[in-house]
């Protein structure tokens, strides 16, 4: 089933007098469950792109349709409300709170759906930290955190309203090679089990052998807009 | 909730310094307010204490006639009231009316001080408060002092001047004012008198011309029996003489035509036995005013003329007052017993209405008032001062927070959190430093007055509201501080909140 449906995107942004056209007419589908990369040079709109579809940033021109839902006829509460149920982030800078502990962390986006049953809420943060493997990190605060802890948090925390969609850019760029492996592959088991379709970003060729499909972008456009995997594990166009 | 409480409370934590910044300033605000505060409701409180036990009452009744309501410092002659029985059957039968006690007041030009006759070009003024000394005493609890002299027996004439009005006279006139029989008090006299104590002009009378509104006014000698000062708030009635209600009506002829052929009474005849040489002196030279118009209906030729001719002056008419002080049980019942009074007077077309203290003394109330504006205008400072201050600070930890807030707001905190948790962060604040600002400014003030300054000088007793310093602490003056406090919190939030709800969910997404 199609859950992200993008035609003729354009995004401009306006500096002074000049206008950057960031995304330049992006067409593409996602289904239900894929996870899908999202690849291309600096500066070719691959940030511009997620935060669009993770509506924390409006299109300047085009359809962008989450379940068949036209976002831009979406007010701010009704978009906040889209991105509380239906999307999760996971931030390249991981985005913690620094005032609440993992746990608590994790809890965030429960908490602000209301009226959950407290049981429910707290069984459901600890399966996530143990499936992020942070059992002995519950009371810990960001500050005490590496940064591989942390981006597991941020993991547990965008999975945690069990959204349909998680959005992640660059979510290894500041993280080592080897713990960049592990979130992937973590993500990559998520998605697995919970059904979650993801899109992630990334610079890293190491961590694309984890991506169902990839949307290779450039210069704002998408430029093999269905290309078969193999093809880019075999390292071409690339 | 929980929640919110639980972030603004750790960030609260998490900026020790700003929070500390944040609540020291509304701490200071509120100890000020609130000892500010306290300061005026006991200036308030005493001057309201003092002037209704000791000088006014709680209602005074004048005659309907009498257009303006602050009579009782006001200049403007005062009319009679001509149905005094029926405003006293009236008092008498109103269960909230504790006491009453009828009295004359009217200005008074000074025409001689002793027996040297004054020049009239510069007229010398003086309030007088005619009435039964002995009445006056009960109804106003002792309210004056006797400094030299003694008071007014029953049925005694005379006259008590005001430690100031010695002085005024002593000023311009160059004559100290001495109670009959009594010589002079070296530690009551100012520098001036005491320089010159051996060429000193002393006089223990005066000759007294009443200013009414129908030009029909008497020259009427008087004996000085004392020299008195109200106990507390001397300052404010520093214009009062008291009389006594005989010499008062001679004075403003308050006669009937009935009465005035009616023999004369006992007291008339002893004021002419009492009289010294100087008075004889002063009708058989017939002194009057010079002045245009003023010469003519005097009166004094006929009095002068009965004088002459051995006749007696005219009995004066036993029920004319032209005001009444009335004490109430207590001051909640004042605006009932005003209108209660006033309907039944105005049904039974007596002529005679009340008016409330603080409208019959007139720009005296309104000293409190000015007072009360001063201490705005410094709490508004204050108030300045201290929002400014908070809103930057809270204005650079919202700036500093945008990827935070961005955050919550890319995954799914609606703006309202983001606004409830910085007010609530603020709101934090004010409560717990505010009421400790609120609690030690009580504390103070209740430490302040427990020491019982005592005023030095009239000017502090003005301010004091009375003789000790006795600032108060009340409900109301709490709740005024909780609202002042709560203003401040809101207007200082305001910016800040502003700015945190126009973050977007764009701004977690770190971009230099
Ligand atoms: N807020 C902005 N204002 C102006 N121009 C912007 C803004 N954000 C992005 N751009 C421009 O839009 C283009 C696409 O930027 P974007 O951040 O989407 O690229 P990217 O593919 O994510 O690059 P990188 O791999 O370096 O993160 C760039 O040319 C960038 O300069
Ligand atoms: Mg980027």
């Known amino acids: 089933m199609r859950q992200i449906e993008i035609t003729q995107v354009t995004k401009n942004y306006r500096l002074g007098k000049t206008t950057i056209q960031a995304l330049k007419g992006v067409n593409f589908t996602v289904e239900e469950g894929e996870f899908l990369s999202v690849v291309g040079a600096s500066g070719s709109g691959k940030t511009t792109l997620l935060n669009i579809i993770g509506c924390i940033d409006a299109a300047s021109e085009g359809s962008v349709k989450i379940d068949g839902i036209e976002i831009k006829r979406l007010n701010d509460n009704e978009l906040t409300d889209l991105r509380l149920r239906k999307i999760g982030f996971i931030f390249q800078t991981f985005n913690l709170i620094p005032v609440l502990n993992v746990f608590e962390n994790i809890e965030f986006p429960l908490l602000l759906m209301n009226h959950l049953p407290k049981k429910a809420v707290v069984s459901r943060v600890n399966a996530l930290i143990e499936q992020v493997g942070l059992t002995d990190f519950v009371r810990h605060k960001p500050a005490e955190l590496s940064g591989g802890q942390r981006q597991r948090v941020a993991i547990a925390r965008s999975l945690v309203t069990n959204p349909a969609i998680v959005l992640a850019d660059e979510p290894t760029a500041n993280l080592d090679t080897e713990t960049g492996n592990s979130i992937l592959a973590l993500m990559k088991a998520i998605n697995m089990r919970e059904k979650s379709t993801f899109i992630f970003s990334t610079h890293d060729p190491e961590v694309l052998k984890y991506a169902d499909r990839i949307v290779n972008i450039r210069d704002g456009r998408v430029v093999n807009p269905e290309p078969p995997v193999a093809l880019c594990l075999d390292g071409r166009g690339y | ?512």
Request: proline letters at 3%; glycine letters at 8%; hydrophobic letters at 45%.
């Open chain 2, 1 to 512: 909730m929980g929640l919110l409480i639980k972030i603004a409370f750790r960030n609260l934590l998490r900026h020790k310094g700003r929070s500390l910044v944040i609540g020291a300033i509304l701490f200071a605000g509120a100890l000020v307010m609130s000892l500010g505060n306290g300061i005026i409701s006991g200036m308030e409180k005493g001057l309201e204490a003092n002037i209704i036990h000791q000088w006014t009452g709680h209602l005074i009744i004048m005659s309907s006639r009498q257009t303006n309501d602050d009579a009782l410092f006001s200049p403007k002659p005062m009319k009679v009231i001509r149905h005094y029985p029926q405003v006293e059957t009236a008092l008498r039968n109103d269960r909230n009316v504790r006491a009453f006690l009828p009295a004359t007041k009217g200005l008074v030009m000074v025409l001689n001080i002793g027996a040297r006759k004054r020049a009239a070009e510069h007229p010398v003024l003086s309030m007088l408060l005619g009435v039964d000394f002995q009445h006056y005493r009960k109804m106003f609890n002792n309210s004056v002092s006797l400094l030299e002299g003694s008071g007014l027996g029953p049925d005694e004439k005379g006259l008590l001047v005001n430690v100031y009005e010695r002085k005024k006279i002593y000023e311009s006139e160059n004559t100290w004012l001495l109670p009959l029989g009594t010589g002079l008090n070296r530690s009551k006299m100012p520098p001036d008198a005491l320089s010159e104590i051996d060429t000193l002009e002393t006089a223990s009378s005066l000759v007294l011309m009443g200013i009414g509104d129908d030009n029909s006014a008497l020259d009427v000698f008087a004996h000085v029996k004392g020299i008195y000062e109200f106990k507390a708030l001397n300052l404010l009635f520093k214009e009062i003489n008291l009389i006594d209600l005989e010499s008062f009506r001679e004075c403003f002829d308050y006669v009937t035509r009935a009465e005035s052929q009616t023999a004369v009474s006992k007291e008339n005849s002893e004021i002419l036995d009492a009289t010294e040489e100087s008075l004889m002196h002063y009708f058989s030279k017939t002194a009057l005013i010079e002045g245009p118009g003023l010469e003519t209906d005097l009166g004094t030729d006929a009095l002068k003329k009965e004088v002459d001719t051995g006749g007696m002056i005219t009995a004066t008419a036993h029920d004319a007052y032209n005001l009444i002080f009335v004490k109430l049980h207590h001051g909640q019942i004042l605006e009932a017993t005003l209108h209660n009074l006033n309907n039944r007077f105005q049904s039974n077309g007596t002529d005679a209405r009340a008016v409330s203290w603080r409208k019959a003394i007139g720009y005296i109330s309104d000293i409190s008032l000015l007072f009360r504006i001063a201490l705005n205008i410094f709490v508004f400072f204050i108030f300045f001062v201290a929002v400014i201050i908070i809103i930057n600070t809270l204005t650079l930890n919202t700036l500093e927070r945008t990827p935070e807030i961005g955050t919550m707001r890319a995954i799914g905190a609606p703006k309202r959190f983001i606004t409830r948790m910085l007010i609530l962060e603020t709101l934090f604040l004010a409560c717990l430093f505010g009421s400790l600002g609120l609690i030690s400014g009580s504390l103070l003030t209740l430490f302040l007055s427990g020491l019982d300054l005592a005023a030095s000088n009239e000017m502090m007793s003005l301010a004091f509201g009375g003789d000790t310093f006795c600032p108060v602490m009340d409900l109301n003056g709490m709740t005024h501080v909780f609202i002042q406090l709560t203003v401040v919190t809101l207007m200082a939030v305001l910016y800040p909140v502003h700015l945190a709800k126009k973050v977007s969910p764009l701004d977690a997404v770190a971009r230099d």
